[in-house]
């Protein structure tokens, strides 16, 4: 039997590099877009390299991240975020290639009371300019695609790859041991390890290899949820590693974007197919700590 052709762009990212150690494992015909100089923006190119490779599947975890620059760098920030999804929806949809796309709990307004949770029905209404591109990515994927793809929001990503919260913590601690450093305490979400959203995607991955249809919207975040003061505290207590945080508010730590206070996802349409492979969030915390905790304190050392 043909090995799957799976391509996946932004795989030097954080998501990225952890989908392309997870899916190495398996027997796909693996492809990495950095390999090729693929570029989602540009259209063209990015086209004539899609007809070269002809993939099975794309997984485009490639995304302008930075969700205070977006506010300064609107273009570029709906360039990659909203109109790119655009050109790979339609080379999708022409030729039966699935696409799993990834977008993100910003395009929620947070303002539903906490701490109940936003299903995929709940109405969208992004309060940054990274949500609302984000949004318009999602929306021309949806006006393409009659079906074969998967967009999955997800939220407060952390791994081994690229930087994340926690990374940036542990180096702020571990270089100002003594110092006192203020967190916010009053936005909630679900701490969502690349690990876990990797396998969710293998799970949607194995699916369409075996026919089955599996399409539209999906919330992928783990189970339960915190604070980011809650989540830090947490996360430095399973690596043994003292620290000084204060609890803050988001108004004692401006920021140039406005961040949903309630960032809690409920992952409605994988539970409703049977497909929810989250766990607690805290375990995957765990299990983080016990796979790379060493790593990290070695490389904040060096
Ligand atoms: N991080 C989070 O907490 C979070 C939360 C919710 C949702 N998400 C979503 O999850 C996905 C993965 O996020 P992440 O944290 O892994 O992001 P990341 O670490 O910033 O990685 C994004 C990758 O996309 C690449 N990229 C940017 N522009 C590109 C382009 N024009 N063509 C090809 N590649 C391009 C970047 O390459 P360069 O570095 O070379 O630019 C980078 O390798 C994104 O869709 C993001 O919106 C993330």
Redesign the pocket.
Known sequence: MKKLTILI?????????ELFAQLSLQNFELLR??DYG?????RDACLCLLDKLSPDIII???????VDHAEANQEQAF???GE?PKTLAQWCQQHSCYLI??????VFSGTKPLYRTYCEADPVDPVSV?GQS?LQGENHIAAIMTDGYAVL???????F?????LKTMLKLTLANPEKEFKVVNDQYGSP?S?IA?SHQILLLVNKRAAGEKVSGVFHATSDDYCSWYEFACEFFQLMNVKHHFLPCSTQEYPTAATRPTNSILENKHLNALNINSFVDWRKDLCRYVNQHGEQLLNDLKQ
Not at 9 to 17: E, F, W
Not at 38 to 42: M, N, S, Y
Not at 60 to 66: E, K, Q
């Open positions: 762009a932004g795989d030097k990212g954080q998501l990225g590099g877009g950095s693929l570029d989602i923006t540009c485009n975890a490639a995304a302008y991240t930075a360039l990659v975020n790119s796309h990834i977008s993100t709990d910003y990274y984000k929001r997800t939220a407060w990503l952390y791994g790859y690229g930087n994340n919260f969502t690349t959203l």
